[in-house]
């Protein structure tokens, strides 16, 4: 669970290698972004992705 929990802080950090983000999102469908991980420094470029939901500061992206 610890080295789950790292791998994904480094996702939304975006300290993850391209090839990890890759191998990541082939295990998810949605990526969930509050205030939480908002703090994180979120990096990511989220218009790869589509935006399914938006209500506040939560938005959720469609990995597929």
């Not at 295990?27 to 399914?52: K, M, S």
Request: glycine fraction near 6%; proline fraction near 3%.
């Amino acid at each position: 669970a610890d080295e789950k929990r790292t791998l994904v802080n480094s996702f939304y950090e975006g300290s993850l290698p391209e090839n990890e983000v890759q191998k990541l999102l082939l295990a998810v469908d949605y990526i969930f972004v509050g205030p939480r991980e908002q703090r994180t420094g979120t990096a990511a470029n989220w218009q790869a992705y589509r935006l399914v939901f938006e209500r506040g500061q939560v938005r959720v992206f469609a990995v597929r």
